[in-house]
T-cell receptor, first 114, second 113 residues
Framework: GPKVLQIPSHQIIDMGQMVTLNCDPV?????FYWYKQILGQQMEFLVN????????KSKLFKDQFSVERPDGSYFTLKIQPTALEDSAVYFC????????????FGPGTRLTVL | GEKVEQHESTLSVREGDSAVINCTYT??????FPWYKQEAGKGLHFVID?????DRKQSQRLIVLLDKKAKRFSLHITATQPEDSAIYFC????????????FGKGTSLVVHP
């Protein structure tokens, strides 16, 4: 079936550095999402993105976060600067507009901020 | 905002038995309830969903029930197989908006041969 890829699978960085998480969504999908899951807790919505714009974001989507998908390439989540509390697994997802409910998820990127 | 509670954190069944995972939600505006399966080291995989205009949906060995009055929905896996072993997440999405789900914490299902 359709697959969403995420690169890298694991990233370790020092607090204060910038990090970019990459997502390769399903090729014909139009909506893109990021979620954050802290170990042992529920996955929580961060942001969704359509037609080059952020459509909706949660309070977890801090000012240090940004998303973009330049020219149909990777859908990225950038955190600058990182903080200790940003350590989590970040999941990317994508969906078709008319099947927006059916999101396809990537395997996640485990971010460790030291 | 919406809160979704997934009642079983772990569930262990024997192969061939049925497994039931229960979730409750708080927001009466929730109208769509997908279920996802996550195998070790992989992302969430959509398995089945139900919309609020029905109270039962079946796809092969998977049955989803929705009780809007009780704000409860459940996933029934019949004739379980070892490959059903995974973490299952329920979610609720409110009508309108941008399809932003609220997830449960997940149920780790183990099917013993």
């Amino acid at each position: 079936g359709p697959k969403v890829l995420q690169i890298p699978s694991h990233q370790i960085i020092d607090m204060g550095q910038m990090v970019t998480l990459n997502c390769d969504p399903v090729s014909n999908h139009l909506y893109f999402y990021w979620y954050k899951q802290i170990l042992g807790q529920q996955m929580e919505f961060l942001v969704n993105f359509y037609n080059g714009k952020v459509m909706e974001k949660s309070k977890l989507f801090k000012d240090q976060f940004s998303v973009e998908r330049p020219d149909g390439s990777y859908f990225t989540l950038k955190i600058q600067p990182t903080a200790l509390e940003d350590s989590a697994v970040y999941f990317c997802a994508s969906s078709l507009r008319d099947r927006g409910y059916e999101q396809y998820f990537g395997p996640g990127t485990r971010l460790t901020v030291l | 905002g919406e809160k979704v509670e997934q009642h079983e954190s772990t569930l262990s069944v024997r192969e061939g038995d049925s497994a039931v995972i229960n979730c409750t939600y708080t927001d009466t505006a929730s109208s769509y309830f997908p279920w996802y399966k996550q195998e070790a080291g992989k992302g969430l995989h959509f398995v089945i969903d139900i919309r609020s205009n029905v109270d039962r949906k079946q796809s092969q060995r998977l049955i989803v029930l929705l009780d809007k009055k009780a704000k409860r929905f459940s996933l029934h896996i019949t004739a379980t197989q070892p490959e059903d072993s995974a973490i299952y997440f329920c979610a609720a999405i409110t009508s309108g908006g941008n399809y932003k789900p609220t997830f449960g914490k997940g149920t780790s299902l183990v099917v013993h041969p």
